[in-house]
């Protein structure tokens, strides 16, 4: 049986509810971070990288948002969670992906994880101060340019969806309003109507 | 015919090499950022988030080095560039590749583009000053937990390889002793080595 190690509140999320739309057979385990259970010998034996999530399976452990979803949708092809058999449709899924992870998720790291690139005070409130405003671009960047609809990438609902939900629900604690964004509100209330993720808010 | 945009010392080396690699029949189109020609209107078109590579194909232009890398080895499978029929291999390819592009890179990137990230002029030099230790810590995770050897994820070589060789290269301007992290070093001799390198480094 699979394994995914999780946070509530973290980008753990998107793999969690793609877990769910793959119908996996897997045990949900919680860390908690407030008490740096990241941290602890027994998970960095899993992750030396001490984040989540990360995704065990017989052959071993996955890390990086992107790569366990691609990992999930090829594992679970019954639940057409990717364009399996085009590698460029495919490869845009994946570009989306990792544009939430490399260029959005880091954005958003700039308000509490300011530390892993700054060390004076100074220089995090400034990393906290511009946090909306960098928000904003890339979702509008996401709304303009990217954004398909009604799911990320078109009629299909994808792997994209999942990940997009759960950086888009950071928007408020990140100091900008999703409605100005119209696409990615409705998308929001899209997904939060699955039962794939109804199952999985509690935890989250 | 494929066309890669690219610039030369940026990280769209690692889909240069693969493209060679896999002995793609494909046209270089090399951008100027001194002359700002990724801002330029003809090439938002392309890429409205300004940045590079972007590899065009019949069916349209994929940005994202981890996206693009794996275009490459599957579109070329002759080339053995990755697992391609083990879902777990692969997904630890794109995993390697998501931890370059949405760590490692990130950490580079804080030297010359903090201003992505804050305003002020002493949050910028703060920046910059944490890089060595940042990139430091990075490769010697790398180092320790990830690189296989004699290639990255073992006996053979893979997209991964040409990643880590770009970034590896920008450890000298970044203050870093590639010495400290002798599998990598002699890992950048052995990529070098090859014809497909040799091919393009005059380009870089």
């Known amino acids: ?25 897997y045990e949900g385990i919680v860390l908690d971070f407030s008490k740096k259970q990241q ?7 899993i992750n030396s990288k ?20 691609a990992y999930i949708a090829q594992t679970y092809p019954d639940a057409q969670l990717a364009p399996l058999n085009n590698p460029f ?15 959005v998720h880091v954005a ?7 530390h892993r690139w700054a060390d004076e005070p ?9 946090v909306p405003e960098n928000m904003s671009a890339l979702m509008q960047m ?12 078109g009629e299909t609902y994808s792997i994209c969806d999942p990940y ?16 100005k964004f119209p696409k990615i509100q409705v998308h929001m209330a899209r997904v939060e109507a699955r039962p794939a993720v109804k199952a999985i808010l509690p935890h989250h």
Request: overall charge negative; glycine content about 4%; hydrophobic content about 45%.
């Open 108 to 114: 958003h790291a700039h308000k509490l994880r300011g």
């Open 164 to 179: 997009l939900y759960t950086i888009a629900r950071w928007l408020k604690s990140d100091r900008v309003e999703v409605a």
């Open 89 to 103: 449709e495919f490869a845009r899924v994946q570009a989306f992906n990792n544009y939430l992870s490399s260029t």
């Open 142 to 153: 996401i709304e303009d340019t990217m954004f398909e609809g009604p799911w990320v990438m």
């Open 39 to 45: 941290q602890s010998p027994e998970f960095l034996a």
């Open 50 to 69: 001490a984040r989540v999530p990360v995704l065990v399976s017989h052959a071993g452990a996955l890390t990086e948002t992107p790569a366990i979803l």
């Open 1 to 25: 049986m699979l394994k995914l190690y999780y946070a509530p509140g973290t980008c753990a999320m998107a793999a969690h509810i793609a877990l769910e739309e793959a119908g996996a057979d």
């Open 122 to 130: 100074s220089s995090l409130d400034d990393m906290n101060r511009k």
